[in-house]
């Protein structure tokens, strides 16, 4: 289990005062490029190898709101040599605020399903 | 069945030439809010009543580009008198680039679950 | 002089209920990408050239509201062969709401200046 | 002088590779936010007083790509009891990526001119 940090600013709200719903699968995103390493990804993509997002399901529980420290908690398991899916959620202390799962390939530069690196 | 177009600009994209994943989830949501309507959503706000986002299930299958007009295909069906799910999909001409479903609710200024507004 | 409507969205307001101010810059480039065409900006953009914002400055007046459909009015003008000024303004029915100036070039691959495309 | 490092995301770059220029506004009021404080900033609100950014100049340098981590540097003034002014760049190692100002004013409920708090 992966935990990343992430600070609420108000770039993160709308209108409603809390964290708007799109946002927070970017949180997730920032947490899978920690989780499979910056180094890493910027290595694939000199080869033409980038992760993509297939899937997503999202339930969202509470809103985060400016000055929160959330934390994004991620798992993950290889379902194929082609596919992975992470298992994210947010936490505010000891509030659920978002949990959802996030399937993932790599694709070549013509949009074409290659194996999974090395995990 | 509601047809909302979407040009695609600098800001929607990201490194790898096509849209940024999490922003599919902003394009429906525009795309609802003109089903739903702004001058009823504005109404509504300033009863303390607002549209939540409850659960998304997305799956994302070609990415558009820059200078793409697509078109957000909406629908939707009323669960029971508090909740809304709306199936949306992008399409570029005759190609289908993501589709899902969104659960909406509405709540109060507590964020306790009110019944939806007259549909 | 060229006139782009905008309608806003939850996504453009943050916790204070008002645009978040960054996104005019959005707002200004959509506009831009409408005077410059977006076939052109992929025609170039295929000869590896693309425009550049090189400088920006912005005075913000009043903040534009979710259902608000405001208007980006861009003017320019030519300051050499390798930088155009456009002047902007985000206009709500006959208020101000927010205007500047983005000075923009065109580069290539490597980063370097290239004289503009004809205008 | 203040400091606060950034990792960049995929979120934050567009097709040219590097980050979209609007987001080094993000960029610049995460740190400011950090200057001010979180709990500050919160509390305020809590008063109906927000801060609000006034005017805004920016020179683009070079761009910042994916797994860079940059810092923000800042550092401001009090120009009046009414508005302070903050000079803001971003570097990454040795290298200027954008630099500029950022003038901030404090308003109430009614979007009116209130003194700055104790600074």
Do not use: C
């Amino acid at each position: 289990m992966h935990a990343h940090p992430i600070q609420i600013y108000y770039e993160d709200t709308d209108l409603s005062g809390v964290v708007y719903h799109a946002n927070y699968l970017k949180f997730f995103e920032r947490a899978r490029e920690h989780v499979i390493g910056a180094d890493r990804l910027v290595a694939l993509l000199a080869q033409n190898i980038g992760f993509v997002v297939h899937k997503v399901s999202l339930t969202f529980k509470e809103g985060a709101r400016l000055g929160d420290v959330i934390e994004i908690r991620s798992s993950w398991r290889l379902e194929s040599k082609y596919r992975v899916v992470f298992h994210q959620a947010a936490w505010k202390g000891a509030t659920l605020l978002a949990e959802g799962e996030v399937e993932m390939v790599t694709v070549d530069g013509e949009n074409r399903l290659v194996p999974l690196p090395e995990w």
